[in-house]
């Protein structure tokens, strides 16, 4: 049984590109969670989604950061028009239904770097 | 609002030396869960344990060991002879019933020198 899947692992974007990040939940998992981690600092709170619906949104950046779920495939965590403070580490969690709020499994986290 | 406060920055300590790293929380929710992850440099998010706030046992892992107690809301982690393979940091985090995230300290970054 495959944990959470995040691809890539590492990501570099030029400023102004289009950064996607992915998400593949465990089998079973219905609700996803993206965070982000800047350097030197804890994990925070972007957004929880479950299939085709945005829960929980309150930690993401107002402008240029958008995240879906659809029916079929990944979940995705898009960065417009990167800038170097999106440089980050984002890290993905999945859980089932029953078992939220303490049942999440972390994927191993895509870290991106804007140059 | 939930907060976790980690304190320590970071801490070194010798090989096999016991270690205790702190971990206090602020919640109004009456139910609740804390969490210890351990990110080495390789950067993955390792689960270490969960506890739910009505359990306030105890629990022992081989050289970890957990100590929880409401009346400090306090989560702290000790680690027993320190080996060089516990260089990591280490992140405590809370959730609540009622919510939808996790709440992480700061974390504390332990070198375990040989």
């Known amino acids: 049984n495959a944990g959470v899947m995040q691809n890539p692992r590492h990501l570099v974007r030029r400023r102004g590109q289009e950064a996607r990040l992915r998400c593949s939940p465990m089998?079973?998992?219905?609700?996803v969670y993206w965070y982000r981690q800047l350097p030197e600092e804890g994990l925070k709170f972007m957004v929880y989604?479950?299939?085709?619906?945005?829960?929980?949104e309150s930690g993401m950046p107002k402008e240029r950061f958008s995240a879906e779920f659809p029916k079929e495939g990944p979940s995705i965590l898009r960065i417009q028009q990167v800038v170097r403070g999106d440089s980050a580490a984002y890290f993905c969690?999945?859980?089932?239904?029953?078992?939220?709020?303490?049942?999440?499994?972390f994927g191993s986290g895509t870290r991106l770097t804007v140059v | 609002a939930q907060k976790v406060t980690q304190a320590q920055t970071e801490i070194s300590v010798v090989e096999k030396e016991d270690v205790t790293l702190d971990c206090v929380y602020e919640?109004?929710?009456?139910?609740?869960?804390l969490f210890w992850y351990k990110q080495p440099p390789s950067g993955e998010l390792v689960f270490l344990i969960r506890?739910?706030?009505?359990?306030?046992q105890n629990e022992i892992s081989g050289r970890y060991s957990w100590n929880f107690q409401k009346s400090t809301s306090s989560f702290n982690f000790t680690i027993t002879a320190s080996q060089v393979v516990d260089s990591a940091v280490y992140f405590c985090?809370?959730?609540?019933?009622?919510?939808?995230?996790?709440?992480f300290g700061t974390g504390t970054s332990l070198t375990v020198i040989p």
């Open positions: 969690a999945s859980s089932p239904q029953m078992d939220r709020p303490y049942g999440y499994t």
């Open positions: 089998k079973g998992h219905s609700h």
């Open positions: 989604l479950q299939k085709e619906n945005i829960i929980d």
């Open positions: 919640t109004r929710d009456t139910t609740y869960y």
């Open positions: 506890r739910n706030s009505f359990d306030e």
């Open positions: 985090a809370l959730s609540v019933a009622t919510g939808n995230q996790f709440y």
